[in-house]
């Protein structure tokens, strides 16, 4: 018998052992999978704010895009090409002559600007008639289909006649 309890006590320790290294392997790689399982929370998180960000970047660039065309297409209207500017006497003599108006008109040269695609065209505009026609043509030029810049407006008005005289600049693309 003393050989029995010898092999159980073998036995029962080689088994102890096994769930001692068993329990030693479960706790580290149990730390190991906390671990891992942490940084694949934080990853997921990441991954999370990443597509929302990039959502978020889509809407808005697909509002600047639409809200661009938009803007590009009024530019256009009211923005002309430099070519474009050689009816600008006939445009100014049609609507003076609306309000039958007399008029007087030139360049005064080309002028830079700040803005990298713009640039303007220095312009001197007359008119004479009474004065509601005269008001009524300056009125009408804040609807002109031409962008306009005034930097003087002097307005005389006599018994007769009243004038107005513009100093001014008109925009074109470049």
């Given at each position: 018998?003393?050989?029995?309890?010898?092999?159980?006590?073998?036995?029962?320790?080689?088994?102890?052992?096994?769930?001692?290294?068993?329990?030693?392997?479960?706790?580290?790689?149990?730390?190991?999978?906390?671990?891992?399982?942490?940084?694949?929370?934080?990853?997921?998180?990441?991954?999370?704010?990443?597509?929302?960000?990039?959502?978020?970047?889509s809407a808005v660039r697909s509002q600047y895009t639409g809200k661009a065309k938009e803007y590009?297409?009024?530019?256009?209207?009211?923005?002309?090409?430099?070519?474009?500017?050689?009816?600008?006497?006939?445009?100014?003599?049609?609507?003076?002559?609306?309000?039958?108006?007399?008029?007087?008109?030139?360049?005064?040269?080309?002028?830079?600007?700040?803005?990298?695609q713009l640039g303007s065209v220095g312009i001197n505009l007359g008119v004479q008639g009474d004065?509601?026609?005269?008001?009524?043509?300056?009125?009408?030029?804040?609807?002109?289909?031409?962008?306009?810049?005034?930097?003087?407006?002097?307005?005389?008005?006599?018994?007769?006649?009243?004038?107005?005289?513009?100093?001014?600049?008109?925009?074109?693309?470049?």
């Amino acid at each position: 018998m003393p050989e029995f309890k010898k092999n159980l006590f073998i036995n029962i320790g080689i088994a102890g052992g096994a769930v001692i290294l068993f329990s030693i392997g479960i706790i580290v790689y149990g730390s190991n999978i906390s671990t891992n399982s942490e940084e694949i929370i934080a990853a997921r998180k990441e991954v999370s704010n990443w597509a929302t960000s990039v959502q978020s970047y889509s809407a808005v660039r697909s509002q600047y895009t639409g809200k661009a065309k938009e803007y590009s297409e009024i530019i256009k209207k009211i923005i002309p090409v430099k070519d474009e500017l050689i009816n600008l006497r006939k445009d100014f003599q049609f609507l003076a002559s609306s309000e039958k108006l007399e008029m007087s008109f030139s360049f005064s040269g080309e002028q830079g600007t700040n803005a990298p695609q713009l640039g303007s065209v220095g312009i001197n505009l007359g008119v004479q008639g009474d004065l509601e026609t005269v008001g009524k043509f300056l009125k009408k030029l804040e609807d002109f289909r031409y962008l306009m810049g005034v930097e003087s407006l002097i307005f005389d008005n006599r018994e007769e006649k009243s004038s107005a005289s513009i100093h001014g600049r008109v925009f074109f693309r470049k």
